[in-house]
């Protein structure tokens, strides 16, 4: 076979196969634009006044929709009822964080910036009750510090400078 035609036909496999990957993602997620292979929706969004684009899609397919960042979906929240009504009727469902490469990579999962989920929630009640151990949010640590501050801008004052 001529090598032009392998390549015809290797890319349009390709094509193809992204399409469907992304026909079986979308059935979970809602309504959008169609987006382009590799690129996604990027050459629908104006990056000189992205709200406006925001509001203009959301004008088509509600406030809720999804749009491909490349080749990954991100579900945009258009409004102030769409957002409270995720964050605040839905808070546990919405309280997660996306996922980072390469810090994922880095601290194989493990961590407390980047983490997610119930590691997330460990570190972070593990976290503020060290903290509260050592004092944090209690008034005795607020008057030792300016204690200390007071003594230490006092020492400052009886040192000569030569």
Known sequence: M???????I??????????????????????????LPIIGNILQIDPKNISKSFTNLSKVYG????????????VVLHGYEAVKEALIDHG???SGRGSFPVPDRASK???IVFSTGNRWREMR????????????????????????????VEELRNTKCE
Do not use: H
Not at 130 to 151: P, S
């Open 2 to 8: 001529d090598p032009v035609v392998v390549l015809v």
């Open 63 to 74: 406030p809720v929709f999804t749009l491909y960042l490349g080749t990954r979906p991100t």
């Open 125 to 152: 009640r593990f976290s503020l009750m060290t903290l509260r151990n050592f004092g944090m949010g209690k008034r005795t640590i607020e008057d030792r510090i300016q204690e200390e501050a007071r003594c230490l």
């Open 92 to 94: 546990e469902v919405f």
């Open 10 to 35: 290797s890319l349009s496999c390709l094509l193809l196969l992204s399409l469907w990957r992304q026909r079986s993602v979308r059935g979970k997620l809602p309504p959008g634009p169609m987006p």
């Open 109 to 111: 999962g493990l961590g």
